[in-house]
């Protein structure tokens, strides 16, 4: 499981932006808007990840626990 840290990820809007982009990269996408995280297995490098979210304006750094 990878946990993503998307600070910018405030709204509704927000989240389904985030869903659209990482649902294709990965499996069991979770997402906690409150958190500000994504989680989920994914299919592709972290960086893939992380790349794709900041091509639509959401930067976003591994999580830590």
Avoid: N, Q, W, Y
């Avoid at 932006?17 to 990482?22: F, G």
């Avoid at 069991?28 to 808007?33: A, P």
């Avoid at 972290?46 to 976003?60: D, S, Y």
């Amino acid at each position: 499981m990878t946990t993503l840290f998307i600070p910018d990820m405030t709204c509704g809007h927000c989240k389904a932006s985030v869903e659209a982009v990482l649902a294709p990269l990965g499996d069991g996408l979770r997402i906690d808007l409150d958190r500000h995280v994504a989680e989920l297995d994914p299919r592709a490098a972290t960086e893939v990840l992380i790349a794709a979210l900041a091509r639509i304006g959401f930067p976003a750094t591994v999580a830590s626990d």
